[in-house]
C-alpha cells in the first residue's frame, strides 16, 4: 500500500518511522540512466523521470535530488533519455516506472502531450505525480519544481541589450520548440526585446535541438546570412556552447559578436572567462532535485504542495562568477 493511501494516523506513524530511520542513516539508495529497481519496498521509493542524463544541468539536479533523498530517508531512482529529443524512451522510462507502483513520481516532459495518456494512468493508480523543469499538459500533476523561464529570458534580453548599445541585429539559436522550457525562454527574450527595446531586430530563430554540432551548423549559417549581427542568444547549454563553437571555428575576433548563454557547465564559464562569450542565465539546478523531491515526499504523505516552486535564474558573466552567491548556482 502507498504512503499516500494510509490514513492520517498511519501516514504519522510512517513519518516517525522515517525520522528513526533517518538517525541511524545518512545516506538514500538512487538509481542512474541505467536504474530503474524499486529496491526492497521498506523505504517510501520515489522515480525521478528526467528530460535527460548528459548535461551537466541534469547531474546538478540528480546531486540535489539524492541529497535531499538522503534527508529524508527515502528511495530514488534517476532516469533520462541520453538525448533531449529521445521522446519515446522518455515515454517508456515513465511507464516502466509507472508499472513498479511507486510510492510518487517527479517528470520532466521532453513532450507536454505526449506525456498526458501515461500520467492518467499513474493518476487512476493513485500515484501522486510531481513535475520538476517542465510540466506536462493536463490535470495530474500537483506541482512544478522550476526555474520560471520567461523571467529568465527577459533577464538575458535585457543584458543583450545593454551590452550591443540597445540597437541593431540578434538572433536566437533554440533547443526546442516543443517543450515548456525552450519556446519560454524564447519567449521571454523575445517579447521583453519587442516591449522595450525597438532599435533591436531579432532576425532569424533556429532550434539545434540543444546538440552542439548542429547548433554551431546553424550559428555559422546565421552568421553568414546576416554579416551585420550583433549578437546571438543560445537558450540552453548545448546550443550556447554550438555559437561558441561557430565562432571559434569561423575565426572570429573575441567579444566582436555578443553570444549569451543559458545554464553552466565547464565550457560556458571557460568561454565566459576567455572573453569569447559575454555572460549566461544560470538556474539552481541543485535547488529544483531538492525541491521536487520534497514535493513528492509531502504529496506521497498526503500534505499539501505549492502549484509552483520558482528555484530562480541568475546572471553571471566575468565581473561576478567568483561571487559566492553566484558560484553556489553554478556547477561543471
Known sequence: MKFGKKTAFAALVASAALVIAGCSSNTGD??????????????????MIS?????????????????RAAELGVEITFEGPAA??????????????????????????????ACVAPLEQAKAKDIPVVYFDAPCNGEV??????????????????HMAELIGGEGEIGIVGHSQINSTGVERRDGFVE????DYPDIKIVDIQYGDGDHLKSADIAKAMIAAHPDLKGIYGTNEGSAIGVVNAVNELGLEKGK?????????????????DGTMAGAITQDPIGIGAQVVQAAYDAAMGESVDEFYDTGSYWYDKTNIDDPEIAAVLYE
Open 30 to 47: 538512487t538509481g542512474d540512466s541505467g536504474s530503474g529497481d524499486s529496491g526492497s519496498g521498506d523505504k517510501m521509493y520515489i522515480a
Open 51 to 67: 528530460k535527460g542524463f548528459q548535461h551537466q544541468f541534469w547531474q546538478a539536479v540528480k546531486q540535489g535530488a539524492e541529497e
Open 84 to 113: 533531449e529529443t529521445e521522446v519515446d524512451a522518455q515515454l517508456q522510462m515513465l511507464q516502466t516506472a509507472i508499472d513498479k507502483d511507486p510510492d510518487a513520481i517527479a517528470y520532466a516532459a521532453l513532450d507536454p502531450e
Open 141 to 158: 500533476g500537483l506541482s512544478l519544481a522550476a526555474t520560471d523561464s520567461k523571467v529568465a529570458g527577459a533577464l538575458a534580453a535585457e
Open 192 to 195: 521583453k526585446i519587442e516591449a
Open 257 to 273: 559578436l555578443t553570444i549569451i548563454g543559458f545554464d553552466s557547465g565547464a565550457a560556458q564559464i571557460n568561454a565566459i572567462k
